[in-house]
């Protein structure tokens, strides 16, 4: 399998709104809906404390689950509804944002698959009123604002923004 290009955006509006307009969006709802037996791992709230397992169950419950207070930090991998992505990345952050990617497949590593990505991040970003993107090779997102900025350091970011929200 080819690598895959994630694109991801950090929104400060962790809201029911935002997340229900993105799943309406980018991801197949009917297919992504039952998780099965699918666990959500948690970051603790200590550092101290082990990462948590909880039942994914279903797409509803994994909005509400991070919706809820305490606030928890955790990741989940949706079906698109569109053939040109390979996966929708739906994220809560420690510092209480969301992540919304999109994966694309690289095939051939080629410049067009990369101008592409970043045409989708500029493209939803300013859709999602995003403030912060970032394109990273076969990597999850950050889970902070703070790991967001220091990723393009890392030898698997492509490309980073920071959206003039002011436009």
């Known amino acids: 399998m080819p690598p895959n ?6 929104i400060r509006h962790r809201n029911f709104e935002m997340i229900n307009q993105f799943i309406a969006d980018c991801v197949d709802r009917l297919a992504s809906e039952n998780r099965g037996d699918e666990e959500i791992r948690m970051l603790p709230l200590s550092v101290t404390a082990e ?3 909880e039942p994914s169950l279903t797409l509803t419950n994994v909005v509400q689950r991070g919706l809820s207070y305490p606030r928890r930090a955790f990741l989940v991998y949706l079906k698109p509804n569109n ?3 390979a996966y929708v990345i739906l994220g809560f952050t420690v ?3 969301l992540i919304f990617g999109l994966a694309i497949d690289d095939a ?3 410049l067009e ?4 990505a970043k045409a989708l991040l500029e493209d939803i970003g300013l859709r999602y009123q995003a403030y912060l993107g970032l394109i990273l090779v076969e990597m999850p997102p950050p889970l902070s604002e703070h790991e967001f900025r220091e990723s393009p350091i890392s030898r698997h970011a492509e490309y980073f923004i920071q959206f003039d929200l002011q436009q």
């Open 5 to 10: 290009l994630n694109v991801y955006l950090l």
């Open 51 to 53: 990462d948590e397992w």
């Open 83 to 85: 053939p040109e992505f």
């Open 95 to 97: 510092d209480d944002q």
């Open 108 to 110: 051939g590593q080629k």
């Open 113 to 116: 698959n990369l101008i592409r």
